[in-house]
């Protein structure tokens, strides 16, 4: 499966409003000059306009397990496909779900044809989020979120294990791992560990030069493709 | 004061993506041919679209207690503020804070310039809000909301209990009202028992013909400006 | 494995204070005639009494994520451990946690020799919660719950489905099932689609005559045993 | 008003179960002795145990906004009641609630004939409870919570602001004040800045010789009264 890069914009003021369209068009030049598959999840608000801008598939970083009606406040799956998203992140550590929503939240991103990405911190709830059926599963310990430790570096066990876990519940799901990925090396070693892709926020939002480290990321995965 | 009246979008399929930019601009033309002051609340993703095609102000429907940084899936002040939000509705009965978080979002919206709305199922705790110093408090029963029922005529009492206790405690606040406000009476009667304005939502945004219902509100404003 | 019947008390009144343990005596009598055997899950403040009354296990109906420390008002497993508690219901569709909170507080109970209950309302959830090793899952569809309708009746293939998926992960965890089970009869049905226990809270709490009922329930199961 | 000390058992293992009950005594033994009215709030699960071995007032740490019913794992007004609480701590900094819910679980408390004592971080949240109308409010900034540094010194301005606050809107409502007090010296400054009483946790619970730091807490009472 060819490697897929997610950039979540989080709520740095770096990539909030008109920085969210500008990170985007950046990342979708490096998307377009290294072939990588890059998709960029940007608040809510910006949504509507990074998709706009760009070719790249936007994600949201939330969907509430909501329907259509008096729901002031929450995020309908129909908003963001209107809005020109391609799929949602779901139960990222720093917004997470109850069990019993993100079964819900898959259905309701699926009915509205959004791509899901079911977050866990551990490799059995990444196996419980599989069987949920999401369309990708991203392993991201907590304690390296941020940190510039990479998963794939510190904890590798945690990836691969992650990955065999998974797998003997869902073999279709793609497998993503997150949480410090901050060069091409983690990269390359979370890919090596049997990652279809990776999950990066500070490694690029906060980034000196964000262009150049995502083009090393790329770099990596083209070495592995 | 002038009156305000403003339109909660909710999660309603009547009201989201550019069937939120339709509808505002229907509001925004009674605005204008009534001369009465009307905003806004469309959900997240549509706010910058919305804000960028008509000139009411427009409200986040909610916003949450967080600062630039890692909180994915979470609302932050400057993203309502770069979308172009004016203000944001805060504790809706269908988005209900903890009381601890309601101080702290006032402050973030303020900090950013943007407006602030409380909601409040009681009189008591209209008060309890005002004291926290938003610029608006809006005294909605649930038990009413989306009712058809209006507040104003059908708990008069309400109304005119919280005007008082929320005066006794913070003389500047705008009171808005809401709940089951489905015509300009039920308008009329608002403002008879003290409120600046109202809080609407299906009464427009479900209406057969929404421009007209809003007519009918801004005529009994007029009627009392 | 020997079918076990666990009575969720719930904030019944019928089962609140002096008549938790008038119940649990009752209960421990059909238990005592029949030889089946029959837990009792009274609430946080019943637990001690109600462990020093009888020689039933008896659980929790949750059980926090939380250390021995600074956690106001919540419930930390060394206490139930203390008050004498065998056991704890985790995730009950009154009472849901985040999919994350589920695995920790299946470690503390763990670690404090408490029994777990996860509770589950489609087959999917009962698989993911069984991935995170508990004693035992009980699948209880939300829309039953307090029916009179019993799942083991209305909707036999949620839980025979349940029985096979939640076996393709785990092969030991007991599975429960619940939601709507007030006669006998829905007791040997729960059994023969392979559930090896139920859970049942106002089919005995709110019974005219619970002994009576649950004497009905023991003989169904003496009949598969 | 004759001051008020309750002394939070939090989840402390030094508090939980037969220590609960044993620190208890120590602290009926030392309100005898000063003829200081003392309180304590122990877990759920020792409530019972505890006010069955003392005559102090018991409090509960927290109570949910639930009827006798269907609320499984929830904290009923009529268990405590039943268990022999003469009241309950609502919103402590560990355990905050929605401003909607504080109101009901105020009115399910009174119902019931259990005292009140609300939280609050600030002065503005504080007179906010006020209104509210509970019997107590304890001002507690959460920076202070457990640091050793107490509130009545380190933040004066927060206890005497906040009293005054709180007597502009009710002026009934016993003050109290927590977070860092550890000392007779902490309880006289906090008496002397308009208090009538303190909330306090760990500087009686995980203090070397509790007795003896209590026996300084009700010294500096007696020099008040």
Redesign the interface.
């Known amino acids: 499966m060819e490697p897929f890069i997610l950039v ?1 914009f ?4 770096e990539s ?3 920085r969210a369209v500008e990170l985007s068009r950046k990342i979708e030049q490096v998307s377009k000059k290294t072939n990588v598959k890059l998709g960029v999840a940007p ?7 990074v998709a706009r801008s760009v070719s790249l598939p936007v994600f949201s ?2 969907l509430d397990p ?11 799956a ?3 496909k ?2 020109g ?1 391609a799929g949602t ?1 779901i ?10 929503d ?2 819900i939240v898959i259905g309701k991103a699926r009915e509205a044809g959004l791509m899901t990405v079911v977050c ?3 490799a ?2 990444a ?3 599989a ?3 999401p369309d990708m599963v991203a392993i991201e310990p907590p304690e390296l ?2 940190s510039g430790r990479a998963v794939s570096k510190e904890k590798p066990e945690i990836v691969s294990d992650s990955v065999a876990k998974i797998r003997s ?1 869902n073999g279709k799901v793609r497998v993503l791992c997150g949480a410090g990925i901050s060069s091409g090396e983690d990269v390359y070693a979370a890919l090596k560990l049997g990652a279809e892709g990776v999950l990066v ?2 490694g690029i939002v906060k980034a000196a030069d964000p262009e150049s480290v995502l083009m090393d990321f790329c770099q990596a995965v083209r070495r592995i493709m």
């Open positions: 979540n989080k709520t740095y003021l909030t409003g008109i608040q809510f608000c910006d949504i509507e306009r970083q939330h909501v329907t259509p009606g008096a729901f002031t406040g929450h995020v309908l129909a908003s963001l209107e809005a998203a992140i139960n990222h550590s720093e917004r997470m779900l109850r069990l019993h993100i079964e866990a911190g551990t059995a709830l196996a419980s989020a069987l949920l059926e979120i941020g519940v926020a500070s």
